[in-house]
């Protein structure tokens, strides 16, 4: 299996910036996309960021040109820069990992979640 473990988030001002991390670990063979999703009260949970083994990115629309998803494959972590941050970005955001294991099943795994909170 696959433990994904977030960094915390935290409490930022309104035009600030917060960098969030994830670290991967087990007994994975491969870990193939990772990604941001994220909830905020009563909305549905979406797809931030995502970014694939090569390095291929995608982002919603709302995020772009703000946020910015890395992955250090020799480590086997994933990260996101956010900057310019709204208060609409407040949300518990989760790290995801698309992984493929020793035994040839490939699901996608969650973090624990972590509170971001924009306000003044």
């Known amino acids: 299996q696959v433990q994904l473990v977030e960094s915390r988030g935290g409490l930022v001002q309104p035009g600030g910036s917060l960098r969030l991390s994830c670290a991967a670990s087990?007994?994975?063979?491969?870990?193939?996309?990772m990604g941001w999703y994220r909830q905020a009260p009563g909305k549905q949970r979406e797809l931030v960021a995502s970014?694939?083994?090569?390095?291929?990115?995608d982002y919603e629309d709302s995020v772009k040109g703000r946020f910015t998803v890395s992955r250090d494959n020799a480590k086997n972590m994933v990260y996101l820069q956010m900057n310019s941050l709204k208060p609409e970005d407040s949300a518990v955001y989760y790290c995801?990992?698309?992984?493929?294991?020793?035994?040839?099943?490939?699901?996608?795994?969650w973090g624990q979640g972590t509170q971001v909170t924009v306000s003044s």
């Open positions: 995801n990992a698309d992984s493929t294991l020793a035994n040839g099943s490939r699901n996608k795994y």
């Open positions: 087990g007994r994975f063979f491969v870990i193939n996309t």
């Open positions: 970014i694939t083994r090569s390095g291929t990115t």
